[in-house]
């Protein structure tokens, strides 16, 4: 009983003495299920593909708490009671994977482009929420820390023949079409608000879905994390009624922007953004070829001629080392991190674009007409290389041989460009990661490759057209349509859908998505779906399908 009565005061000791110095809880941990691969790894590549899927990037600790970062059971039993409206009996019932598949979070049985001399991943958790048990060198404090990485968005379905999703084998590197980070912010934030002050309700659950849980780390969720996480959840209801400040995207599109603005206290405390442009999540197949980074071609390495041809003779290590330092500075908005921690995992961002240069996206899975590629080819090579660069003369799996690096203005929603001004860019110039990256407001969009386009849907930077069928026919482009959880048409090659009669996609009664669906609406601010029209003004309608068929390939 002496030894109990010890423990406890010395738990109470340790936590008071972290809060009175200032720093509440500085632990810090790194992804469990990366550190169980790390034994397996044969190359740099391997480490690059696994720390694509589950590394955290430094962004476990309880500083990312207060951005990005959750408490995991304590937000799996927050949301697992909001789903049994607060049935505590019934929560041991809830599915946790179909739980986070809602939100567009993989739960597969398997990656379909692992590779086959790498040991196995745990899968047991979410694809794209990293965990790890955080905890300190002398103190007993303990507390399980989750948070966003790479494959929460760029990792998709896989897809058979006719366009169906196969949620149970995934693709690292394709774009997830249907993470909704917002929907998931908003049920966190529900869940918490409900749930939070009823600590014995919030505790007895995590025992209950989460039985190996330490006394150390129940005693610090119960004294520490809980009553900070509370505090919190009262003020955010207080200042701006929801978890973040601005919006986190819609189904397959972020908000990148406005976390990095949030992330360098460019939103006034207290002040909640009313206007959002997203970015529509893209393949990253080719994508180091690039000379700059986002849509809108913000960061760039110093001294980068942004628009400079890229060539295979270009991709030495001096380009990827580049490159991989401005990746790593993708981590401070997505994962909350301080650029000191993102300067820290520039390695880690090295071994992911060492193993991005031999990344290949799945093959087109559905039929391609093979006696319109040739057309399809020579269409793209006069109508598309110019921007989106040159590709050999493959007709099986055609490779890039040259990027143009294209920047300019096609006609496009500019709102996200406009919102990316100078302050941004001054602001980011201005800190650590000044001698990394040159950020500058371009006042235009950047041209990406098209490797992967078939499975990139919805098209354009805001992901505004459903297919590149309506893409290729402006005057036919719909007004509505629906993203989540979608299945693919492969004729069209895009969200599948049918024509509704008033100007709008829509999924037949028969679809039942496999995560949560949105309605985009283009005449919403920043989904504008005008643009890009002058390419296809003169083409045929044999040389718009041929160019389809041709897309597949890519």
């Not at 520490?224 to 959840?233: G, S, T």
Request: aromatic share 8%.
């Amino acid at each position: 009983m002496k030894r109990i009565a010890f423990a406890v005061l010395l738990l109470l000791c340790g936590i008071a003495a972290l809060l009175l110095v200032g720093k509440p809880f500085d632990l810090r941990t790194s992804s469990t299920a990366l550190a169980s691969l790390e034994p397996a790894f044969q190359s740099e590549r391997d480490r690059g593909i696994a720390t694509f899927g589950f590394g955290d990037f430094g962004a476990l600790s309880t500083d990312t708490l207060k951005t990005s970062a959750v408490p995991w059971k304590l937000a799996v039993s927050a949301l697992a009671l909001q789903q049994t409206h607060g049935d505590l009996n019934a929560v041991g019932e809830v599915d946790i994977s179909a739980l986070f598949r809602t939100f567009g979070f993989h739960s597969p049985g398997k990656i379909a482009n692992w590779p086959s001399g790498l040991s196995e991943p745990d899968l047991s958790k979410p694809v794209g929420l990293n965990t790890g048990l955080a905890s300190h060198d002398f103190l007993p404090t303990a507390v399980t820390i989750a948070n966003t990485g790479c494959a929460a968005c760029h990792a998709s379905v896989t897809y058979t023949a006719d366009g169906t999703p196969d949620t149970e084998r995934i693709w690292l590197g394709m774009p997830n079409s249907s993470i909704n980070l917002e929907a998931y912010a908003s049920a966190l934030f529900s869940a918490f608000k409900t749930y939070g002050d009823d600590s014995g309700l919030l505790l007895e659950t995590v025992q209950q879905l989460f039985p190996e849980t330490t006394w150390q780390e129940r005693q610090t969720l119960r004294i520490a994390i809980l009553p900070l996480l509370q505090k919190e959840i009262v003020e955010r209801q207080k200042t701006f009624g929801r978890l973040l400040p601005f919006s986190a995207g819609l189904p397959g599109a972020t908000n990148g922007l406005d976390a990095l603005k949030n992330q360098l206290d460019l939103i006034p405390d207290g002040a909640t953004v009313e206007k959002s442009a997203f970015n529509s999540i893209p393949d990253l197949g080719e994508r180091h070829w690039r000379r700059s980074f986002l849509n809108s071609a913000v960061y760039a390495p110093p001294g980068s001629d942004l628009q400079s041809e890229t060539r295979p003779e270009d991709l030495d290590n001096k380009h990827l080392q580049e490159m991989a330092s401005v990746i790593a500075y993708f981590t401070v908005p997505s994962m909350g991190v301080s650029g000191e921690v993102a300067e820290a995992h520039i390695e880690d961002a090295e071994a992911v674009l060492q193993w991005l240069t031999t990344y290949r996206p799945q093959p087109f899975p559905g039929q391609i007409d093979r006696t319109q590629l040739q057309l399809g080819q020579s269409v793209y090579a006069a109508k598309c290389s110019r921007c989106h660069g040159v590709y050999n003369s493959s007709l099986e799996t055609p490779e890039l041989i040259s990027f143009p690096n294209w920047l300019g203005d096609v006609g496009t929603d500019r709102r996200l460009m406009e919102l990316t001004d100078e302050s941004v860019a001054e602001a980011v110039n201005a800190g650590l990661f000044g001698r990394y990256i040159s950020a500058k407001s371009t006042g235009a969009y950047a041209a990406p490759p098209l490797t992967g386009i078939w499975a990139s849907a919805p098209y354009l930077h805001n992901g505004s057209v459903p297919t590149l069928w309506h893409l290729m026919r402006p005057d036919q482009r719909p007004h509505k349509f629906v993203v989540g959880g979608h299945s693919l048409d492969m004729k069209k090659v895009g969200i599948r859908g049918q024509k509704d009669g008033n100007g709008g996609w829509m999924p037949g009664n028969e679809h039942i998505p496999w995560s949560l669906a949105a309605e985009i609406d283009v005449s919403t601010y920043g989904l504008g779906a005008q643009g890009h029209e002058s390419e296809f003004k003169n083409l045929t309608e044999d040389q718009k399908d041929a160019l389809l068929e041709y897309l597949k390939l890519l």
